[in-house]
């Protein structure tokens, strides 16, 4: 398995550019979270790059979720969570009383694990977000969802059912959806919460293209329990451990030539 994973992190170093000095559009500085009495996020220290897709990958129950619901706040809607240090996000502190949340999660889209249309139409699950930042103009909202469903590369399969309810589309049809709407906002970064874990192989590899294809214009964050698509389709890659990063790297170097053991033992297979 491990051979097979440096294979897949060097051919994708080599189709790529070579990653050069880009600015961080996130930094996590001495992150500290508190579920309760629960300390699940330990002194997390992160800079995470524009225009890269930054995978996060661990076992269950250590932290990635976690980390990627406190970078656009999200984990605040879970009762008695506490936080200490710092994530800035282009030059600002997001824990700044006067940073409005629903200012960052306009920048800061979202897609989850299972795909979550809304009850609606295929049209008005995308035009949602447009119409709740005051977008009535119907021939924008025109323009906004096939902008946005070309954006996730759905639009020749549904662009003569756009009236129909989404619940009536596959699994991976729908998954695609959600990320249409995500894209409808217009974000900066997109997080992505093991994404592909519902879907079937051919779905998978219409997202992870897809994912590719969307960093030439925003910055991705992918948790994956998938150590192949990882290395697929990441540029860096942070291996968390027990609410710790344990390294960070750029993904060819974390799958070829891990410098922690405990890195070495989990993308082998050792544990997790």
């Given at each position: 398995m491990q051979t097979t994973l440096i294979k897949e992190a060097e051919l994708k170093q080599q189709a790529n550019k070579k990653i050069v000095n880009k600015q961080p559009v996130y930094q996590t500085k001495q992150l500290n979270l508190w579920y309760g009495t629960n300390h699940a996020l330990?002194?997390?220290?992160?800079?995470?790059?524009?225009?890269?897709?930054?995978?996060?990958?661990?076992?269950?129950?250590?932290?990635?979720?976690?980390?990627?619901?406190?970078?656009?706040?999200?984990?605040?809607?879970?009762?008695?969570?506490?936080?200490?240090?710092?994530?800035?996000?282009?030059?600002r502190n997001i824990f700044n009383k006067n940073y409005r949340v629903e200012e960052l999660r306009t920048k800061v889209g979202m897609v989850f694990q299972k795909p979550n249309p809304f009850p609606k139409s295929i049209y008005d699950n995308i035009a949602y977000g447009p119409r709740i930042h005051g977008i009535k103009n119907k021939k924008i909202l025109d323009e906004i969802v096939e902008k946005s469903l070309r954006g996730a590369a759905i639009w020749d399969e549904v662009k003569d059912r756009l009236n129909e309810n989404a619940y009536g589309l596959s699994g991976g049809q729908q998954q695609r959806i959600c990320i249409a709407r995500c894209l409808a906002i217009e974000p900066d970064v997109i997080l992505m919460d093991e994404p592909t874990s519902a879907l079937d192989p051919i779905s998978t590899l219409k997202v992870e293209e897809l994912v590719q294809e969307l960093k030439s214009d925003y910055s991705i964050i992918i948790v994956t329990h998938n150590m192949q698509q990882a290395a697929r389709i990441s540029d860096r890659t942070a291996f968390f451990l027990n609410g710790e990063v344990i390294e960070f790297d750029e993904t060819n170097r974390i799958f070829s030539t891990p410098e922690d053991k405990r890195t070495e033992d989990y993308i082998s297979g050792r544990f997790g």
């Open positions: 330990k002194n997390i220290d992160l800079n995470i790059m524009e225009n890269e897709v930054t995978a996060i990958i661990g076992p269950s129950g250590c932290g990635k979720s976690t980390y990627i619901k406190t970078l656009n706040r999200m984990i605040e809607l879970v009762p008695s969570v506490k936080t200490s240090g710092e994530i800035i996000y282009r030059d």
